[in-house]
């Protein structure tokens, strides 16, 4: 069994904005698969489905960005999961262009709030993750204004692709070929 959690924050306000790509994806897999992610479960909504044959919890944890690791360790603990091959994680990443994406098995958190709460309650960093691309923060601007922003409508359709990309991409992951995924989706998207 799989536990795909999106990272983001719960309110309403946050619909949408850079920060929420994580819980994005996870709507369009859910989409996709017929999941209902809609019970309230470890400080999250999840849902439980098929992915190509392999069960599935998809988790959108309710803790706010910061404290996402309360809600991933519950999951991990009460599934009795591992984390280092069963559990991936989806979230937004500024150091990437927007809509990209980057797979690894394992890593730091990068200065993500939420990836570095996750290594605190797993105790480790190796778990899957996909990172999405939302582009690189304005220099004069605050970073977490630009996190807690929403895209452009030139980047909405941009980022179309990314969601789609990252639905196939866990697709791959949860029948066992990382390595397919990362070569399919770590290269730089071309320059139009």
Known sequence: ?????????????????????????????????NIAVDTKKHRALIGKGIIEGQKVILA???????????????????????PDQE????????????????????????????????????????FPRIKVGVGEKPSKMDLADYVLGHFSIEEKVEMEDGYKEAVNAVVMMVQGDIQKAMNDYNRKKKEE
């Open 60 to 82: 959108k944890p309710q803790t706010y960005m910061n404290l996402s690791g309360e809600s991933v360790r519950s999951l991990v603990d009460y599934y009795k999961i591992d």
């Open 87 to 126: 559990l991936i994680v989806v979230y937004d990443d500024i150091s990437l262009g927007v809509g990209q994406l980057r797979i690894r098995a394992k890593g730091s958190a990068g200065g993500h709030n939420g990836i570095k709460n996750i290594i605190s309650h797993l105790g480790s960093q190796i």
């Open 1 to 33: 069994m799989y536990i795909i959690a999106g990272l983001g924050n719960p309110d309403r306000q946050y619909e949408g904005t850079r920060h929420n790509v994580g819980f994005d994806v996870i709507d369009r897999i859910a989409e996709k698969y």
